[in-house]
């Protein structure tokens, strides 16, 4: 596979430096990406990134991952405004673990295979240096009129805020350009990638490497980037009023996680199905097209999700993802309900409005009548209760109530807590008993 022509199919490139393809066609290549390590989660942010690593491997070069300890107790200033909070050793050791572990999913770090990935921590060389000898032997090397040219700085210090750049975030392409030098040296590494606001510290690095190289070397090391990825409303990518949507199941359930590609636009979901899966030119292109035919389908948005989701989290959570959909969207069953973990079932009836009930109430038997009408207000009185219930209008955790004399008991709770009401076919309450 041609790394360089399949991301461009894919949209997947921003900037490249002349001489790239060249090089990655000459041999295997070692190449970066850095990775922020200020979470123990990688969100779907960091995916366009990881995926540019997944098809490098797959075209037979070594993908190394740099996990910024180090710049992580930093800060980058490229296309943000404040400053980021800084970490401690244990925490930052502690995340890397973490990401190293959702990375697997994605790349080979076990193998015996020559391309095999590679995951290093960039603290783990910069704490050597002192500040003089950081000076001396790295900050010689590039001018200031160099470091001042570079847009990331430009916008800060002429920014709207007026927030101005502290000498730490100023001093931060310098330090990338350190870990690339140090890679380039270390393993042989001869390109970077990042998303399009790295372009600047990428390609500091590459000046780093010609600069510090010993005469006769060649020193010559190549930049690449990626498209910052937006939607077609102009809305940020991966955030959601919750916050960001994250690989992690325990931040962001594998429902609400389907649930987000699979709400993608049109216009979304052809753009990410080409990025964030690794379905061939072809087989997109027949998604696209069958799209194009009955767009009221959702093909391409059904398959993106499937992909993903599978990609991220396995087959299972894919199906009980699925399965879940059909409780709110479709015909489903009280079996499908019972099967629901507790953060799923809230997750498939958030906003959906719920009423607190005591838990004894429910213990003794309690009768549906008083449930609907004085417990909650689903129903407005007991005689339109009823007269509800008679027209097969309400249903308790998906069947359908019988009578308007049933008794309610504690057997009827779902994760031993919740009554699930449908009121006609699309009006849901929750009963939370505790």
């Known amino acids: 596979m041609n790394f360089v022509e399949e991301l461009k199919w894919r949209g997947m490139i921003h900037d490249m430096m002349p001489g790239t393809e060249e090089q990655l066609q000459k041999e295997m290549t070692t190449a970066y990406v850095g990775i922020d390590p200020t979470a123990d989660s990688l969100h779907i942010g960091h995916l366009v990134s990881v995926m540019m690593l997944k098809h490098l491997q797959v075209s037979g070069h070594r993908p190394i991952v740099l996990v910024g300890g180090a710049t992580g107790m930093i800060g980058d200033p490229s296309g943000k405004s404040d400053e980021r909070n800084l970490l401690d050793e244990a925490t930052l050791r502690h995340n890397q673990d973490c990401l190293k572990a959702q990375l697997s999913r994605f790349l080979d770090f076990d193998s015996d295979a020559e391309n095999k990935a590679l995951m290093v921590n960039?603290?783990?060389?910069?704490?050597?240096?002192?500040?003089?000898?950081?000076?001396?032997?790295?900050?010689?090397?590039?001018?200031?009129?160099?470091?001042m040219a570079k847009d990331s700085v430009k916008k800060r210090i002429n920014g709207e805020h007026n927030a101005g750049l502290s000498f730490t975030e100023f001093t931060y392409q310098?330090?990338?350009?350190?870990d690339f030098y140090h890679l380039y040296k270390t393993y042989g590494c001869k390109l970077?990638?990042?998303?399009?606001?790295?372009?600047?510290?990428?390609?500091?690095?590459?000046?780093?490497?010609?600069?510090?190289?010993?005469?006769?070397?060649?020193?010559?090391?190549?930049?690449?980037?990626?498209?910052?990825?937006?939607?077609?409303?102009?809305?940020?990518?991966?955030?959601?009023?919750?916050?960001?949507?994250?690989?992690?199941?325990?931040?962001?359930?594998?429902?609400?996680?389907?649930?987000?590609?699979?709400?993608?636009?049109?216009a979304d979901a052809e753009k990410y199905i080409k990025i964030f899966t690794l379905l061939s030119q072809?087989?997109?292109?027949?998604?696209?097209?069958?799209?194009a035919e009955a767009p009221h389908a959702r093909a391409l948005q059904k398959r993106l999700a499937k992909e993903v989701t599978v990609m991220i989290h396995g087959e299972e959570a894919y199906e009980a993802s699925v399965e879940a959909s059909q409780i709110l969207f479709g015909k489903s069953t009280m079996e499908a309900l019972k099967k629901l973990d507790e953060d799923t079932f809230l997750a498939v009836f958030e906003g959906v409005p719920k009423?607190?009930?005591?838990?004894?109430?429910?213990?003794?038997?309690?009768?549906?009548?008083?449930?609907?009408?004085?417990?909650t207000n689903i129903f407005p009185s007991k005689g339109e209760a009823r007269k509800t219930i008679k027209g097969g209008g309400v249903s308790l955790n998906k069947e359908k109530v019988a009578g308007a004399d049933e008794l309610i008991h504690k057997d009827s709770l779902l994760n031993d807590k919740y009554l699930l009401f449908q009121k006609g076919k699309k009006n849901f309450f929750v009963v939370v008993a505790q």
């Open 122 to 147: 960039n603290y783990d060389w910069m704490k050597e240096f002192s500040f003089l000898g950081f000076i001396r032997d790295i900050g010689k090397h590039i001018t200031v009129n160099y470091m």
């Open 174 to 178: 310098l330090v990338q350009g350190t």
């Open 192 to 266: 970077q990638m990042g998303g399009s606001d790295q372009w600047g510290n990428i390609t500091t690095g590459t000046e780093l490497i010609r600069r510090m190289s010993k005469e006769g070397e060649e020193g010559k090391a190549f930049a690449m980037t990626c498209p910052l990825i937006t939607k077609a409303d102009g809305g940020k990518f991966g955030k959601t009023e919750s916050g960001n949507i994250w690989l992690d199941p325990k931040r962001t359930s594998p429902y609400k996680f389907y649930q987000f590609w699979l709400n993608a636009s049109d």
């Open 282 to 291: 072809e087989e997109v292109q027949n998604l696209i097209e069958e799209h």
């Open 355 to 375: 009423f607190n009930i005591s838990k004894e109430v429910i213990t003794s038997g309690v009768d549906i009548l008083e449930l609907l009408a004085v417990q």
